[in-house]
């Protein structure tokens, strides 16, 4: 069975730009997840998706931040416009319908805003 | 305010030298307490969900214990293939609606084992 898989696996931009960050989940999962991790910090929830729909999006850190997931397959992350905070490693995991399992994690994107 | 505390930040053991990794949590009503391990430029990868106090779970060279406040890996005669940073992360309980799904991370213990 194929895992989580992100793309890119490394962006760097200017600050002001546009980045999407793609994520293709394991196939049949429900649940997609998105999770930060910011330098030194512990990895953060930013919001999941149960197929197309947000379940819950309160960890999103303000409104340059958009998530989609159309059709329920693959989700993409936009930050427009990027700014120097914005920098870490982006997680993207998946986990069958019922939400007590253990998520399968892509590897993430690292993306760097300069 | 749901919280995941990791001890030590790192650790270097010995290979055969036997140790465990705390996870303490404040959670109101967990549902969940899952180990991960992560190895440098990948995602953190599944070993056990532990779900209520006194359940134990065994893989390989790994122990995953669960308290009321707290969870310890129990890592026996590790090898230097058990290098890694081990993380703990907690699912609150029911009563949450539409944030039953996320995971709240500890910052992780980074251990590294010699041979």
Known sequence: ?114 | EDQVTQSPEALRLQEGESSSLNCSYTVSGLRGLFWYRQDPGKGPEFLFTLYSAGEEKEKERLKATLTKKESFLHITAPKPEDSATYLCAVQAGVGRGSTLGRLYFGRGTQLTVWP
């Open chain 1, 1 to 114: 069975e194929a895992g989580v898989t992100q793309f890119p696996s490394h962006s760097v931009i200017e600050k002001g730009q546009t980045v999407t960050l793609r994520c293709d989940p394991i196939s049949g999962h429900d649940n997609l997840y998105w999770y930060r991790r910011v330098m030194g910090k512990e990895i953060k929830f930013l919001l999941h998706f149960v197929k197309e729909s947000k379940q819950d999006e309160s960890g999103m850190p303000n409104n340059r931040f958009l998530a989609e997931r159309t059709g329920g397959t693959y989700s993409t992350l936009k930050v427009q416009p990027a700014e120097l905070e914005d920098s870490g490693v982006y997680f993207c995991a998946s986990s069958p319908q019922g939400t007590n399992y253990g998520y399968t994690f892509g590897s993430g994107t690292r993306l760097t805003v300069v």
